[in-house]
């Protein structure tokens, strides 16, 4: 088994890269590191580092162990923040998980509620894709997950959808066609098409609209987060698509958004783990929530051709 201090180097390697800078940066000596490192080695029966015109790579073996290790670290500074807070009497304490949008467009909001509830809570916001949240829900690393997509079912999560995904358009309020009566995914194409990743949820909807129409998805630039593709399109770069919660950030500063199509098999959802059932604060937070997902969803905003 790896002692906490061996699990923190191993961590310092992985994000420093020499065996100097590691050492230091969790204020040990470059000896010490190089003898641990090399203990490591022989109790674990493989090799965690080669070594590369004078610098050390992680094998294959070594990388295979790191997303373990930053769990395991995650986890247990996660107790340490926990103990300190009971230490201190404040042992309300919220783990929470959220895609990128979702903890920007409506957490912030729902933890005010919470706080006026619960004066005494503290809170712990993870980010991560909806596939990472779900995982962070079966880990019981949080306590209430926030997630855009279809991931696939599982049976140690709960999860309840809240609204329906669609893909909106955004321009900026001079653009010719920002103000048009109708609007087709051809003409945003050919106007220098803004797209999220396809490794998102709404990125992947839209290269699969684009298909499913015959037109050639040629994106003129490719982002990973609905903010940067709105403050593209801000700067008349181009029009960005992105999804729901992202038309409403776009509203917010003053760009159109124009709804496009519902995404198919996607919804924002909550998760939780199945075997904790959510109480106190927990199910203040997911009534928070739902709150604010009704009043982003009112009538009339979703053919909005400007600000809401």
């Known amino acids: 088994m790896l002692s906490r201090r061996e699990l923190l180097l191993l961590r310092a390697m ?29 109790r674990l029966g493989f090799a965690l580092f080669s070594r590369e015109n004078r610098r050390l790579h992680l094998t294959s073996q070594g990388r295979a162990l790191i997303p373990e290790v930053l769990n395991a670290l995650t986890g247990m500074e996660a107790v340490d923040r926990l103990a ?16 990128a949008v979702a903890s920007s467009m409506l957490l912030p909001q729902a933890l005010v509620t919470v706080r006026r509830a619960y ?26 997950g926030i997630v855009i997509g279809s991931s696939a079912p599982n049976a140690r999560v709960r999860k309840e959808a809240l609204a329906a995904v ?44 684009f298909q499913a129409q015959g037109l050639d998805y040629r994106p003129l630039m490719e982002v990973a987060q609905s903010f940067t593709a709105c403050e593209l399109a801000g700067q008349q770069l181009g029009v ?7 038309a409403r950030y776009a509203q917010r500063m003053g760009l159109v958004a ?13 998760v939780s783990p199945r075997d904790r059932p959510l109480e106190g604060a927990g199910l203040c937070l997911r009534d928070a929530l739902r709150a604010g997902v009704a009043e982003l969803a009112r009538p009339g905003w979703q053919d909005g051709r400007g600000a809401a």
Do not use: C, N, W
């Open 14 to 42: 992985y994000q420093q890269g020499t065996v100097t800078a590691a050492a230091h940066s969790i204020h040990m000596t470059q000896p010490a590191a190089s003898a641990l490192l090399k203990d490591m080695e022989t």
């Open 84 to 99: 300190g807070d009971i230490r201190k009497g404040a042992s309300d304490r919220l783990s929470i998980g959220a895609v």
């Open 119 to 144: 004066p005494g809570i503290t809170f712990a916001v993870r980010a991560g894709s909806g596939l990472e949240i779900v995982e962070m829900a079966v880990d019981h690393r949080i306590d209430l």
């Open 166 to 209: 669609s893909l909106f358009a955004i321009f900026h309020p001079g653009h010719p066609r920002a103000q048009a009566a109708a609007l087709t995914l051809a003409e945003v194409g050919a106007l220098g098409l803004i797209a999220l990743s396809p490794a998102l949820p709404a990125g992947l909807a839209t290269q699969q609209a």
């Open 240 to 246: 960005a698509v992105v999804e729901s919660l992202g």
């Open 258 to 270: 124009r709804h496009l199509q519902t995404m198919d098999d996607a919804a924002l959802s909550l």
